[in-house]
């Protein structure tokens, strides 16, 4: 198992950048694949990036190319999300995830923290 702890979410005006990061427990975190997803008000959640064990292998919704980049320091056992040229449209609250394999961190994946808020102003 592993528990995840979100943190670095608040408020920034459009164009601004945060970095979030996501720590982990346990000594198996090189093991995982981890993702972000995020839920805006009214909305279900959804996935926004996520990397393979080795930090190798990136995918990110469309959305988000270019402007967000993913990446882990496996011997820090966090994973980070550095949010670049924000939307108000980015406004939500932000999940960190982890699973043993890279295509369930991307979509369903067994392991969550317990979300961070991001709000981007006009």
């Known amino acids: 198992q592993v528990a995840l702890v979100e943190s670095g979410g608040g408020l920034v005006q459009a164009g601004g950048s945060l970095r979030l990061s996501c720590a982990a427990s346990g000594r198996t975190f090189r093991r995982y694949a981890m993702g972000w997803f995020r839920q805006a008000p009214g909305k279900e959640r959804e996935f926004v990036a996520a990397?393979?064990?080795?930090?190798?292998?990136?995918y990110y919704t469309d959305s988000v190319k270019g402007r967000f980049t993913i990446s882990r320091d496996n011997a820090k056992n966090t994973v980070y999300l550095q949010m670049d040229s924000l939307k108000p449209e980015d406004t939500a609250v932000y999940y960190c995830?982890?699973?043993?394999?890279?295509?369930?961190?991307?979509?369903?994946?067994?392991?969550w923290g317990q979300g961070t808020q991001v709000t981007v102003s006009s």
């Open positions: 990397i393979s064990w080795s930090g190798s292998s990136t």
């Open positions: 995830a982890a699973d043993l394999y890279l295509d369930s961190a991307r979509g369903a994946p067994n392991y």
